[in-house]
């Protein structure tokens, strides 16, 4: 079975600052890892992705995230966010290829402040 | 450019009234899904259909049901809306045959029970 923790459930930082969302998981499988925005009344967005390969994942909008076999973490990080981050971000395990049953965590709602 | 689209947004139903949802897709992925986002709350995995198979998650209640009649379409049926089920109803598709290991999901229906 698979599991996802996404560590804290609000992040407040200021806007130009560094942010960082933390995610755990646990699966005895290779896994398929993932990063999802949810804009307010949208759908999921997919981010950013690890599959294999390059533990430093590079997404859209400027974020990436690094997987951590050891730790079994998947942090995602920006350098420096803007207003229009705001809004709710959801890390996903996948199991296979079947891409749409990934398991997700509960969500960390981000909130960039002027 | 709209790849998963969903309709209505928005829909409000009578407590107890069926009602059904639309997902329509322009990517001709295999697979389609259909996820339940309560409020602050992780999507849950309702069901989904392997080309015209359908596989149905364990705790998806039997009010809940599904239909694709074709390739680019997949509806959800509700047959007796209850208060509890109001949500963000989500779908989403991927193509795991072709190499796809992402979901892309539509912008959602919001319902609403009255």
């Known amino acids: 079975a698979q599991s996802v923790t996404q560590l804290d459930s609000q992040v407040p930082v200021f806007e130009e600052a560094p942010v960082e969302l933390r995610c755990n998981y646990s699966?005895?499988?290779?896994?398929?890892l993932f990063w999802y925005v949810q804009y307010p009344n949208q759908g999921l967005q997919l981010l950013l992705k690890y599959l294999s390969g390059s533990t430093l994942v590079k997404g859209i909008n400027g974020f990436e995230a690094e997987f951590n076999k050891s730790q079994t973490s998947f942090h995602l990080r920006k350098p420096s966010v803007h207003i229009s981050d705001t809004a709710e971000y959801f890390c996903a395990v996948g199991k296979g290829t079947n891409a749409g049953k990934s398991t997700f965590g509960d969500g960390t709602t981000l909130t960039v402040k002027p | 450019d709209a790849m998963v689209i969903q309709n209505p947004r928005y829909q409000v139903t009578q407590f107890g009234k069926p009602v059904t949802l639309s997902c329509s897709q322009t990517l001709n992925h295999n697979v389609m899904y259909w996820y339940q986002q309560k409020s602050s709350q992780a999507p849950k995995l309702l069901f989904h259909?392997?080309?015209?198979?359908?596989?149905n998650e364990a705790d998806t209640p039997d009010n809940f049901q599904s239909r694709r009649p074709n390739t680019s379409f997949c509806f959800l049926d509700i047959r007796s809306p209850g208060l509890g089920d109001a949500a963000m109803y989500l779908c989403?598709?991927?193509?795991?045959?072709?190499?796809?290991?992402?979901?892309?999901f539509g912008q959602g229906t919001r319902l609403t029970v009255v």
């Open positions: 259909y392997y080309d015209k198979d359908f596989n």
């Open positions: 699966s005895s499988v290779s896994v398929y």
């Open positions: 989403a598709t991927s193509s795991p045959g072709q190499g796809s290991t992402e979901a892309f």
